[in-house]
T-cell receptor, first 114, second 114 residues
């Protein structure tokens, strides 16, 4: 079975540019989560969706960040404009949405903003 | 509010020695508990989970964890550590809402000495 698929795996861009990260959850999973991981702040939950509806975006650092889930098989996390402090590894995870089931993580997107 | 504490930020053990990583949680009801491992450059991989039944649960890669309600703990153990176990380990508790959200601990980095 295919796991959570993230693209791109690596992204290097200059500050001010728009960055779009993509995620395809596991088929049949109802919940999708976006995380950011840095050495300084560890693993942070940015936003999560349940049945394609955003449930909690309180972890989104600022208005430059936005996320969408237009259908059950696709989500994007967009940063516009990007800044060097956005450099991090961004993970997408999905789950069935029930509390006793684990989240399944993608391999992440390593983002570098120059 | 639910929370997870991993008291040890960094642990070093010799190869072949036993390992115990500590995890304490705060949750009013029966918790759903998880351990994940993250190898360098990879996403988080589920090691094991507990949600009911036998308080000693077995996971992949020879790991086990014991749920102790009286101590609010879910410590991860391995009898003999291999060099390939060097990684970061995360404990998590399932959020009470029906969305699959997890509350993660800060993580423990395991270093294995030859």
């Amino acid at each position: 079975d295919a796991g959570v698929i993230q693209s791109p795996r690596h992204e290097v861009t200059e500050m001010g540019q728009e960055v779009t990260l993509r995620c395809k959850p596991i088929s049949g999973h109802n919940s999708l989560f976006w995380y950011r991981q840095t050495m300084m702040r560890g693993l942070e939950l940015l936003i999560y969706f349940n049945n394609n509806v955003p449930i909690d975006d309180s972890g989104m650092p600022e208005d430059r960040f936005s996320a969408k889930m237009p259908n059950a098989s696709f989500s994007t996390l967009k940063i516009q404009p990007s800044e060097p402090r956005d450099s991090a590894v961004y993970f997408c995870a999905s789950s069935t949405g029930t509390p006793n089931q684990p989240q399944h993580f993608g391999d992440g997107t390593r983002l570098s903003i120059l | 509010a639910q929370s997870v504490t991993q008291p040890d930020i960094h642990i070093t053990v010799s190869e072949g020695a036993s390992l115990e990583l500590r995890c304490n949680y705060s949750y009013g009801a029966t918790p759903y508990l998880f351990w994940y491992v993250q190898s360098p450059g990879q996403g988080l991989q589920l090691l094991l989970k507990y949600f009911s039944g036998d308080t000693l649960v077995q996971g992949i890669k020879g790991f086990e964890a014991e749920f102790k309600r009286s101590q609010s703990s879910f410590n991860l153990r391995k009898p003999s550590v291999h060099w390939s176990d060097a990684a970061e380990y995360f404990c998590a508790v399932g959020h009470s809402g029906n969305t699959g959200k997890l509350i993660f601990g800060q993580g423990t980095t395991l270093q294995v000495k030859p």
